[in-house]
């Protein structure tokens, strides 16, 4: 993972240096102060992150529990680390969809709901650590997609865990009431091998 001050690293930037000082360019993340490059998403990790964001999103519309967000939102949630901004996978706001004001650089307060989908490139030990900043900051829900394994963690505020393996089916709880969705739907299909033909 490359690091680099803040400051230094918009001014060597080739794009445009942001006006807003918490304005993350797309790829990173501030950590206290910090520009951190993000690992890139494999194929796999980034199709089913999508999937799961138009299924999410697909639900709010009829739901208007609230709004999802994708990676590329990001989150200044933390008041005593005013330098710090994350960006989940996918987030689910909870808000009045037909009131709430889309913030112009960075949500302010904490999604009901973080998806984190593990990719070939993620360190356990960073993905664990912003798995629980964003519980420390009252995230009441999270989701860890394996898709090698095809599985998935849920890490609850109240410090609950769960693990689900393919085929079973995730569910909203209590954040998300009434959304649901079978694991398969949303991690690569498995093709089994043609069986090869006897010989004749």
Not at 77 to 100: A, G, L, Q, T, Y
Not at 142 to 159: E, F, K, Q, S, Y
Request: with cysteine; glycine share 4%; proline share 10%.
């Amino acid at each position: 993972m490359n690091a680099a001050v803040l400051e230094e690293e918009w001014i060597d930037a080739d794009a445009p240096r942001p006006l807003d000082p918490l304005d993350v360019p797309k790829g990173y993340e501030l950590i206290d102060g910090e520009l951190v490059e993000m690992p890139e998403m494999g194929a796999k990790s980034s199709w089913v992150g999508t999937e799961l964001f138009f299924r999410l999103r697909s639900f709010l519309e009829q739901s208007k529990l609230g709004i999802a967000a994708g990676s590329d939102a990001s989150f200044a949630c933390w008041p005593e680390r005013p330098k710090h901004v994350r960006k989940p996978d996918v987030s689910f706001i909870r808000c009045d969809p037909n009131r709430f004001v889309l913030p112009d650089v960075n949500y302010r307060l904490a999604p009901e709901l973080v998806v984190e989908v593990i990719s070939p490139n993620d360190l356990a030990s960073e993905l664990d650590e912003k798995i629980q900043e964003f519980l420390d900051a009252g995230t009441r829900l999270l989701w860890i997609v394996n898709p090698v394994l095809r599985t998935v963690l849920i890490r609850r505020a109240d410090g609950t865990l769960q693990l689900l393996n393919d085929p079973a089916e995730l569910t909203g709880e209590d954040v998300l009431p009434g959304f649901k969705v079978a694991l398969a739907d949303f991690l690569p299909k498995v093709i089994s091998p043609k069986p090869e033909n006897p010989a004749a």
